[in-house]
């Protein structure tokens, strides 16, 4: 018990908590209105400890108390509240990256990047719909497995406003397979326009070609996008789209 409570303890960290706002809040889960003192024991820790510890989670949610008699007494939230700070934590990092996105002064003529995970995959979404420029275009050679939307997950409505509010267009050319499912994606999506390539098949890699990159997505396990920032390269990707784009079906 006590090398499981140290792994949970340590999770918990990995969420935001401090060591002993950690250690209170297991505390506190097996009972419904304790007091402080009770709290004290079963930590260890110095009553100023506890106090800080069971003020911070009830700014976080994590905890509330009652008066009974004159005294507070303590209970722990639902564990569900994690999920729900987790994603408050994931928004807040969104928007300072894409803030600071705009002072970024690393990038160079040519670059190559990697992300993995459907995280560091939905972040980079987001990072070059914020590079494009507003009115651009984003051509896309999809396949039969592209996995976009499934991937995107919840973020996929955020994304489509950014994208709406920019002006991007999508031209998409996909897999006879894909035929009805882009009808019904043309006629609910705005400024997206798709062509279909009989005998396409890319597996479960599709290619984004934006003005001055290109990114290749692997939608494996995990999920990977490779980012390459040039150019000559960006250019010569948009004419092998727009080739393919000619000898595809509307």
């Known amino acids: 018990m006590i090398d499981k409570n140290k792994d949970v303890l340590k999770r918990l960290q990995g969420l935001g ?21 009770k709290i004290i024991s079963a930590t260890g820790l110095h009553g100023q400890f506890v106090y800080n510890a069971l003020n911070k989670l009830e700014e976080l949610g994590l905890a509330k108390h009652v008066i009974e008699r004159g005294r507070k ?15 408050e934590k994931k928004q807040v990092a969104q928007n300072v990256a894409r803030e600071l996105q705009l ?14 995970g459907e995280t ?3 972040a980079h979404e987001f990072e070059m719909l914020e590079t494009a420029e507003s009115g651009s275009t984003i051509c ?16 996929a409505g955020a994304y489509e406003e950014a994208r709406l509010k920019k002006q991007v267009a999508v031209r998409y050319i996909g897999s006879l397979e894909q035929e009805e499912t882009l009808k019904k994606l043309a006629s609910s999506r705005r400024f997206f326009e798709f062509r279909v390539f009989p005998g396409l098949s890319t597996g479960v890699v599709n290619t984004n070609v934006y003005p001055g ?20 390269v960006a250019d010569g990707y948009k004419e092998f789209f727009e080739s393919l784009w000619a000898l595809s079906k509307p």
Do not use: C, W
Request: proline share 3%; aromatic share 14%.
């Open 213 to 232: 990159f290109v990114t290749l997505n692997i939608f494996g396990d995990p999920v990977l996008s490779f980012t390459i920032t040039n150019k000559a």
């Open 17 to 37: 908590l401090s060591a002993k706002e950690a250690r209170v809040y297991l505390a506190l889960l097996p009972h419904s209105g304790i007091g402080s003192s």
């Open 73 to 87: 007494k303590f209970s722990a939230a639902s564990p569900l509240r994690l999920l729900s700070l987790a994603e």
């Open 103 to 116: 002072r970024f002064q690393g990038a160079h003529e040519q670059d190559f990047e990697v992300f993995q």
């Open 140 to 155: 896309v050679i999809g396949g039969f497995g592209d996995r976009y939307f499934q991937t995107m997950g919840t973020e």
């Open 120 to 122: 560091s995959f939905i």
